[in-house]
């Protein structure tokens, strides 16, 4: 069926570092994508999402590119903080407030 | 900030018996979400709620599971006789009626013995 997939599941990176995290989508229904953090023990916060009308958007120190030709989401993290270090998901929905469907996940692990 | 909260954050139970997860979602939202994760797995999603029915509903979620608003705040997951393999991190979400962003409570963590 279809799915959503990360590329590497552990990114180490070193303080100060730019990090970006990979996720491929293969439903081509799915029209609107988000990336999640979750530390440990805690739910995923909400980073970052991008409506398919888009390829790019920027928040505060997060970047989100969107490729539709080739089914590639990433989120680009600016001077990754030891505070970074969590489990990213991304995550689709075909829109409006139907179900999500979570990628399996990518530890980044931030070295001081 | 606006939270979402769930209880109770760690139940145990024994194989078969009936356990109600509870979740108070953001005041405002109108979309009730319930995801379960397995341990070193990806978040699957089992149910979404909205006007006080069931919008769509995962595999998962058979004739075991229910949902229920029972007041204008709670939010809740019942399992009526648990297996092993529900043991689980049990995530709650809600969303409201402009935007598209679910947001997730801390969670439950399921323990069936």
């Known amino acids: 069926g279809e799915s959503v997939g990360l590329h590497l599941p552990t990114l180490s990176v070193q303080e100060g570092d730019n990090s970006i995290i990979n996720c491929a989508y293969s439903?081509?229904?799915?029209?609107?994508f988000i990336w999640y953090k979750q530390e440990s023990g805690k739910g995923p916060q909400f980073i970052i999402d991008i409506r398919s009308n888009m390829d790019k958007r920027q928040g505060q120190r997060v970047t989100v590119l969107l490729n539709k030709t080739v089914k590639h989401l990433s989120l680009q993290i600016a001077a990754t903080q030891p505070g970074d270090s969590a489990v990213y998901f991304c995550?689709?929905?075909?829109?409006?407030?139907?179900?999500?469907?979570f990628g399996k996940g990518t530890m980044l692990l931030v070295s001081p | 900030e606006p939270e979402v909260t769930q209880t109770p954050s760690h139940q145990v139970t024994q194989m078969g018996q009936e356990v109600i997860l509870r979740c108070v979602p953001i005041s405002n939202h109108l979309y009730f979400y319930w995801y379960r994760q397995i341990l070193g797995q990806k978040v699957e999603f089992l149910v979404s709620?909205?006007?006080?029915?069931?919008?769509?509903k995962s595999e998962i979620f058979d004739d075991q599971f229910s949902v229920e608003r029972p007041d204008g705040s709670n939010f809740t997951l019942k399992i009526r006789s648990t297996k092993l393999e529900d043991s689980a991190m049990y995530f709650c979400?809600?969303?409201?009626?402009?935007?598209?962003?679910?947001?997730f409570g801390p969670g439950t963590r399921l323990t069936v013995t």
């Open positions: 979400a809600s969303s409201d009626v402009a935007r598209y962003e679910q947001y």
């Open positions: 709620f909205y006007n006080n029915e069931i919008s769509e």
């Open positions: 439903n081509s229904a799915s029209d609107y």
């Open positions: 995550a689709e929905n075909k829109g409006g407030y139907s179900t999500l469907t």
